[in-house]
Each structure stands twice: as C-alpha cells, then as structure tokens.
T-cell receptor, first 113, second 108 residues
Framework: SAVISQKPSRDICQRGTSLTIQCQVD?????MFWYRQQPGQSLTLIAT?????????ESGFVIDKFPISRPNLTFSTLTVSNMSPEDSSIYLC??????????FGSGTRLTVV | KNEVEQSPQNLTAQEGEFITINCSYS?????LHWLQQHPGGGIVSLFM???GKKKHGRLIATINIQEKHSSLHITASHPRDSAVYIC??????????FGKGTLLTVNP
C-alpha cells in the first residue's frame, strides 16, 4: 500500500493567519481525501480532491476557507485560511487504493491562539 | 443519514485479557474499515472487510452484513494495544463515515 508523508506534523498559529498542509504520496493515486478531527470528536470529511478537477466539498466546508490543490497524482495541499481558535484540530489526508483500502497521513495537529 | 455506532466508548483492560469492540451501521455498505489511532493523531488501517472474518496476528475482525454489525477482537491484549479504535463504513463515492471511536487502555 501507499506511504503518505504529511507536513507539518504540528503547528501553533496566530488567529487570522493561514496554514498550508502538504501530503506527498509515494505512488500515483486517483482519490485523495482531507479530514478534520476536532478535539474529542470523530473524523469529518472536508473534501475529496481528484487530480485535474475542482475539489468537492462536504456540507459545512467552503473553498474560501479550505482551498485545496491537487496538481498531480502524488501530491495535494490543504490550506486553512483566516484561522480562528475553532480551527484547532487534527487534519489528515487519506488515499483510496482499491483492495488495499485506505491509507492515512500521520496528521497535522493545529493549534490556533 | 449514515450512522456508525461504536461500543463501548471507553474500555480498560488488564494485560492478557480478550478485548471486543463493536460497531453497528445503518445502511448498506460496500465494506467496513477498522482503524487504529495513536495519541499523536496518526491513523493506521487494520482491516477492510466486506464479509466473514479476517485475522492478523492477535487481531480478528468479523462482519455480519445482514445484521449490519462488525466486531474487532484483540487476543492476549498488551499495553502497546492502547489506542483509539475506529470503525468506518465505506459508502458511495468511496466516502468514509466514521464511528466516534473506542478508547482502549490496557494496563500492565
């Protein structure tokens, strides 16, 4: 199965700033997903990012707040824009690989102060 | 609305005990994932199954499609098994719907 390198692993950011999270996959994958896990909560899907098309956002998430890039089949970024303390969460990327199932990045623990 | 329910929410065991975590889902699915999340936040995929039973080392996962129920068993539990265990159903468009997780603590 694929190996995903996710960066940064953690960050502390000032409110009003933006943070870009990167996921690099060691093989080409079609479907990549971005999730948010708020403290004490389960994972929630932010958007599905497929190469060559606009990301598809879930209800409650908008492109202006969480712009996503997917320039090729091995790389994607998620930006958390104009951050507030409510954005403090773990953010994870994931890829779908058929019979191998799903592989997750190691997560980015974001604290907004 | 897809719902995934896990029980128990928290589980404390002594080293060596047999552990069972349960998962129920509400709609027909293509497959179910069992995941393990450690305190740092990273998630590891344990099993993906659509029928029957799978075994890997001390971990066993079963699924009953008719009853919409799955279980994860850990035999001879060890403190290093302490983590959050999450089940997730794979729905349409390959989207995962996650349970809230079971926090397992195994004491030496």
């Amino acid at each position: 199965s694929a190996v995903i390198s996710q960066k940064p692993s953690r960050d502390i950011c000032q409110r009003g700033t933006s943070l870009t999270i990167q996921c690099q996959v060691d093989s080409q994958v079609t479907m990549m997903f971005w999730y948010r896990q708020q403290p004490g909560q389960s994972l929630t899907l932010i958007a599905t990012a497929n190469q060559g098309s606009e990301a598809t956002y879930e209800s409650g998430f908008v492109i202006d707040k969480f712009p996503i890039s997917r320039p090729n089949l091995t790389f994607s970024t998620l930006t958390v824009s104009n951050m507030s303390p409510e954005d403090s969460s773990i953010y994870l990327c994931s890829v779908e690989q058929g019979s191998y199932g799903y592989t997750f990045g190691s997560g980015t623990r974001l604290t907004v102060v | 609305k897809n719902e995934v329910e896990q029980s128990p929410q928290n589980l404390t065991a002594q080293e060596g005990e047999f552990i069972t975590i349960n998962c129920s889902y509400s709609v027909g699915i293509s497959a179910l994932h069992w995941l393990q999340q450690h305190p740092g936040g990273g998630i590891v995929s344990l099993f993906m199954l659509s029928s029957g039973k799978k075994k890997h080392g001390r971990l066993i996962a079963t699924i009953n499609i008719q009853e919409k129920h799955s279980s994860l068993h850990i035999t001879a539990s060890h403190p290093r098994d302490s983590a959050v265990y999450i089940c997730a159903e794979i729905g349409s468009n390959y989207k995962l719907t996650f349970g809230k997780g079971t926090l397992l603590t195994v004491n030496p």
